[in-house]
């Protein structure tokens, strides 16, 4: 069985993002940028299940900017065996990402796609759902345990009151909450492997996929500060405070 | 011309955030459509024609639609929009919405815009992006506007004075390929997380799943929810639906107490439109207390016993 993992390139999740003065966006230059997590943790699965003998091969796929590159390298490192590029300077959205990986699914014919539930940048959730939708597929998200027997798959899902478990046949699309696994960490000489290992790149018209906006982002801000910071110095204030001043007790 | 709102129900009733939905709906425009699929869901196919603002609710009865799977939830919205006319189709940014609506928007081939925090207008709105620490106004340009929103963000409809009708659809057949073949969920007699008035939340500091007890003392006198940070909950202190942040439950109590917890902007993303925050933490310098209200340097084990003893019935 072939996997497909699409990593995306974010800003680290330690950064403290800021907004530009004009408003226009966040402000990227000089920011440390790293596979989004839930990938990280998509990648690792896809290795496991490789492990376990349950996957042949797994190729690692990045829709965006050059820079890209230096993602897939990571997923390499990790485990992936081959990575592609969907290189494009646009400002792809979640459907027209989910467009690039059905037309990558079509060439690659993997049996299964592991994806991030979110990425921690645009924080949309959808990209998962809308390829799995584009392919006709079944679709387990926010999986926190993955079994592959046979041409099934038993997904244990994260659901709001628990877990919620799922059966569906192959092809499907999972995507990979927290718990599903702890990625491990790439070591020095499978960095090194990793620069020898097969990297294509596509771009989006030898796909046929238009990648055009649906959605204009207007404008960005900060939200309001909360004005916190008030101490107490012990229970007997705190529950006075919380009764005369904030009114949230009888 | 019309608004879909997508019900999430257990089939006897309405879930709480469904109510916020009709809210945040009642801004886009009207009609308001209200879907139940489910399995025997007369219930709360009753209860949404009830709702303020609901024109009427689509019921739609099916065994494979009493806990559906996305593929065959978003085939039985498809089947709705395509005969009625909607402009938006709208569902709560829960796990239950965020699984389905994806799938919905793809099939139309439009975009969706997810966890809408306000409507500025019938296709620009706005939602938090980076954890939250940025809010971006965004206009969708399709004709259909798929869209989740946020239910702490809306108030909700009025569970009654509403005087829809509930109008009977046939079920679309089952996809087949998949299924839900098992639950696992805890029933507690706490209020529920995302839309309790009070919340109690443990983070790492609380050391074991033991020592989370001391938190049920002290939520048991408030009538509180328990919540807790995803340290905590990786830790395997208490379950997974209990993680308040980014990618957890995104909570808007009256009174959000938090033990325990450094203050990290993931969890932050989750709790930080909460009316009042207090933060127990033995750091002065946790940065939760930039954000809290009422901040108390102690330690957990002192000053919670003290807290609960401090809230006895008087
Ligand atoms: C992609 C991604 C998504 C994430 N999503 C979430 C999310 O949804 N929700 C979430 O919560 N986190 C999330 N996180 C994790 C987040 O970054 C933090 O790691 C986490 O919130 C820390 O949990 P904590 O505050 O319990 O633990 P810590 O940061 O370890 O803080 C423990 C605190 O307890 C205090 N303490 C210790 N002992 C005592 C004592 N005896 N009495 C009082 N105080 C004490 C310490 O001073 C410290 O401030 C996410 C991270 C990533 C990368
Ligand atoms: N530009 C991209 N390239 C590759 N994968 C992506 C890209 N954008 C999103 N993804 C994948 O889709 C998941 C969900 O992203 P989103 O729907 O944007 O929150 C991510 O965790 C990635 O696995």
Redesign the interface.
Known sequence: MKILVPVKRV?D?NV??R?KPDGSG?DTANVKMSMNPFDEIAVEEAVRLREKGAAAEIVAVSCGAAACQETLRTALALGADRAILVESDADL???AV?KLLAAVVAREQPQLVILG??A???????????????LDW?????A?KVEVSGGTL?VKR????????????LP?VVTA???LNEPRYATLPNIMKAKKKPLDTLKPDALGVDVTP??????????PK?K?????A???E??A??RNE?K??S | MAILVIAEHDNAALKSATLHVVGAAARLGSPIHVLVAGSAAQGAAQAAAQAAGVAKSIHVDAPHLA?P???NL?AQVLAIVQDGGYTHVVAPA???G??????????L???????VTAVVSPD?FVR???????????????AVKVVTVRATSFDAAAATGGAGQVESRPAVPD?G??????????KSERPEL?SAR?VVSGGRALASAENFKLLEALADR?GAAIGAS?AA??AGYV???YQVG??G?IVAP??YIAVGISGA??HLAGM?DS????AINKDPEAPI??????????DLFE?VP??TA??APR
């Open positions: 800003i999740y403290k993002v907004v966040v959205q979640p459907l989910a539930k979110q921690i940048d645009d924080d949309s959730n959808q990209v998962g759902q809308m390829l799995a939708a584009l079944p679709q387990a998200t926010f926190s038993v994260e659901v709001d009151g628990g877990l919620e478990t799922v059966e569906m046949a499907a909450d927290l718990r649906r959605t204009v982002t207007l404008s960005v801000a900060e939200p909360r916190g910071g008030g101490l107490v012990d229970v007997k705190l529950v405070k919380l904030a949230v007790l | 806990q799977t996305a593929e978003a829960t796990g239950y965020r699984n389905v609506a994806p799938r919905i928007a793809a099939k081939d439009v975009a969706q815009v997810s966890d620009t938090p992006i980076y954890a939250g620490s940025v809010f971006a106004t965004v206009q969708a340009k399709d996809v390929r998949s299924r839900v073949t098992g639950q696992e969920i805890a995302a009070v408030l995803r909950v990786d379950p997974n639906d980014q990618t439950k009256d009174l902007i993931q930080k009316k009042v925050i207090v207390f930039q954000i809290a209200d009422y901040g108390l340097v102690g000053v003290q807290l401090e809230l």
